[in-house]
């Protein structure tokens, strides 16, 4: 006698896959979320356009620096077209005590942060490997390394607890809890230093935000190499909230990032954010996308890009054109500034790069650049 | 300070590990900056028992129990220090430092050049280093040229409680990146530590035996073989100086050179592998230095190019007192 058939109960999200915020959706309609929604109410018009605003200089500021570099004025240039909703809307949910540790595309990020176009394009110039001072703008010099900053922002932030801890902190009569930020990619998050410092921020509580921009593609490799699922269902597995959000959508990330850093200020640990997104430039000047990806996935993409949205809301929430049509005209003067900005970069002098090297002196380095000055002397000499 | 020399003594003898647990101590009590992270430091007090009761002094957060991965305990030490604290975390042996790799070579030594000089990263890695404990493998290793050909790093040895005691605590003072070489068949090995020493220099080496026919250069555990060697060269007939480089970058080639100017003959010994090794930079450089005073090639005592044996062949491959001696006997072929 054949044994009674039971039935197996498939749960329909076995892995936990957490739900997709969209408070904006491809249509510009606003959608309602109980838990989020809340976290951008007090957004009026005239911020949002100022938002806006933001990410359309970092689209200029990204359209020059690709002109730039195929002109052979720029080295390299990572382009982050079609980012600038993750990027401008997590950093307009920042403080700006809070400490940010991007990778090498967070140029919208950068430029929220107040860092100047020239500063931004030293590094890609061939001029300097940062143009900034990090601490000026609570924003760490890019990092070329995928994921090496991970830990480095996991174990800031067990400073910043350190210094309740140990009674360090910069201002103890301030109630300012500052959050930590780590920017990576979907390539990135395969690397074992986010596996580690995953565990570390779990075991240590420590105050920061991982915020993954999923933009699809690893320079030629697709997301779904690096992952069977998204992103945000890993943190579950370390223990602590994984949120995941339609990138494009600016009022979606600002609400994420808002909810996620008031957890962690108030001790709560750390979150995972993924935005998914779409990269719809080349991963570097140096790549050509067109030997991986169809031009059919290019344009529906494109259809979603996060600006053209945001504009199509802005207009439905009554911005007059003349709000466009200055804006226009001011993002046309700061192309033109971005370009000025590049060019008149100073060249560094070799013989400073011996000072960098180590902060108390060090001999052969002393003796190295004895020599060289000698020797360059020498070339003097004979003229 | 003259009243703190009245109340405890300048002068204890102390075995190595307990000269550096009493470093990490004396630092972590001047300053609660300095933090340890290591995997296994806290309770246990490390699997040397190098850290044993700092956990119990200054608590679980300063001396972090942390979770096993060597690339999060660097990186992680980095942020650290960058947040204005002087991190001094443990790698249990030579062979677990490869996962930390990335961050040492390409994070901690470049970040004080690369953020242009804004950021300052004085963590001091500590590394049980060096073989002949009878162990498996991976546990017996030197790795030390691997770090010394890093810029940005400085890398430091040790070969008496005394050396072990200053050295790691001026290594915590260091504005720069250090990793300090403990060599861990020598934590046992007693010996005195002067307190008052406060103006010890790391990064110089030593002469710790005059003599004027042939030098002989090493470091860490190999210190008290070399001068062993050098005892046994006596009765032949030879006077050996024998340096402790202690320091590997910097490295000190002017001690080197005085030296080598003087006696004309110079032997380098250290357990790593001899190819690629730091003697191959020492002798490159006495060579550039001293051609007219050599009287004989610069020659070199190592490890063979092999992977580290297993422990019941390591002392073939370890240079002992008979390779030095050999070393010293081919030098006066010349």
Not at chain 1, 24 to 36: I, R, S, T, Y
Not at chain 1, 114 to 131: K, Q, S, Y
Not at chain 1, 301 to 329: V, W
């Amino acid at each position: 006698m054949p044994e009674q058939q039971t039935t197996v109960e498939v749960p329909s999200n076995p892995w936990g896959i957490p739900a997709r915020l969209q408070l904006l959706n491809e249509e510009a309609q606003l959608q309602h979320d109980d838990k989020f929604s809340p976290y951008v109410e007090d957004i009026d018009r005239e911020t949002l356009q100022q938002v806006y605003r933001t990410m359309m200089l970092t689209r200029r500021f990204d359209d020059e620096a690709t002109a730039l570099q195929r002109q052979g004025q720029l080295a390299l240039w990572a382009p982050c077209k079609g980012q600038e909703a993750a990027q401008v809307g997590s950093a307009f949910a920042t403080r700006p005590e809070d400490f940010i540790f991007p990778s090498y595309r967070e140029h919208g990020v950068a430029i929220s942060r107040g860092i100047d176009p020239g500063e931004l394009l030293a590094l890609f110039r061939g001029v300097n490997t940062c143009g900034w001072k990090p601490q000026d703008h609570n924003f760490q010099a890019y990092t070329l390394v995928l994921a090496a900053q991970v830990p480095h922002a996991t174990g800031y932030a067990m400073g910043l607890n350190f210094d309740a801890d140990f009674g360090n902190e910069r201002d103890p009569n301030s109630d300012e809890k500052p959050a930590v930020l780590a920017y990576f990619g979907d390539g990135s998050s395969t690397e074992g230093e986010v596996h580690e410092s995953m565990v570390f921020a779990a075991s240590y509580n420590a105050p920061v935000l991982f915020f993954v921009q999923n933009n699809q593609w690893a320079i030629s490799v697709p997301f779904s190499t690096q992952s069977r699922v998204p992103i945000a269902t890993r943190a579950a597995g370390y223990g602590f909230e994984g949120l995941r959000v339609d990138g494009n959508d600016i009022l979606a990330v600002v609400a994420a990032t808002r909810y996620a850093l008031e957890k962690i200020r108030a001790g709560e640990g750390p979150v995972l954010i993924e935005a998914e997104t779409y990269r719809l430039g080349a991963h570097t000047t140096a790549d050509d996308p067109t030997k991986y990806r169809t031009n059919e996935e290019l344009e529906s993409r494109t259809l979603h890009e996060p600006i053209g949205r945001l504009e199509k809301y802005l207009r439905a929430q009554g911005t007059p054109d003349s709000f466009f049509e200055e804006l226009m005209a001011e993002v046309k003067e700061y192309g033109a500034s971005v370009r000025n900005s590049a060019l008149n970069l100073q060249n560094p002098r070799f013989e400073d790069f011996f000072e960098r090297v180590y902060a108390s002196a060090h001999p052969l380095v002393q003796e190295e650049a004895q020599w060289f000055q000698e020797y360059q002397e020498g070339f003097e000499e004979q003229n | 300070m003259t009243t703190e020399m009245n109340e405890a003594p300048a002068v204890e003898t102390l075995t190595m590990a307990k000269a550096i647990n009493r470093a990490l101590r004396d630092a972590m009590s001047e300053s609660n900056k300095v933090v340890l992270m290591g995997e296994d430091i806290g309770k246990l007090g490390g699997v040397f028992r190098v850290t044993e009761g700092l956990s119990a002094e200054f608590g679980e957060k300063r001396v972090m129990d942390s979770p096993l991965g060597e690339a999060g305990i660097i990186g992680t030490s980095i942020g650290l220090a960058m947040k204005g604290y002087r991190p001094v975390p443990e790698i249990q042996f030579d062979g677990f430092v490869f996962p930390a790799f990335n961050q040492i070579t390409s994070q901690l030594s470049k970040m004080h050049g690369r953020t242009g000089k804004n950021f300052e990263v004085p963590v001091t890695i500590r590394i049980p280093f060096g073989g002949v404990i009878g162990s498996v493998e991976h546990h017996s290793e030197s790795p030390e040229a691997l770090f010394a050909h890093t810029p940005g790093l400085r890398v430091v040895t040790a070969s008496s409680p005394h050396d072990a005691y200053w050295g790691l605590r001026k290594s915590i003072e260091s504005p720069d990146p250090v990793i300090f070489f403990e060599p861990k068949r020598r934590y046992w090995m007693k010996g005195a530590v002067n307190f008052g020493h406060t103006n010890f220099d790391p990064f110089t080496a030593e002469v710790v035996r005059a003599g004027k026919d042939l030098t002989i250069a090493t470091y860490g555990a190999l210190v008290p073989v070399a001068l062993a060697a050098a005892q046994a060269a006596q009765e032949g007939g030879y006077s050996v100086e024998v340096i402790d480089l202690r320091s590997i970058s910097p490295l000190d080639v002017e001690t080197v050179a005085e030296s080598v100017n003087k006696t004309g003959r110079l032997v380098i010994a250290h357990e790593a592998p001899t190819f690629g090794g730091m003697g191959g930079e020492l002798s490159a450089s006495i060579t550039e230095r001293c051609f007219y005073s050599l009287e004989a090639p610069v020659l070199r005592v190592g490890g063979f190019h092999m992977p580290y044996p297993v422990a019941k062949v390591e002392e073939e491959y370890v240079p002992g007192i008979d390779r030095i001696l050999e070393a010293i006997e081919r030098s006066f072929t010349y």
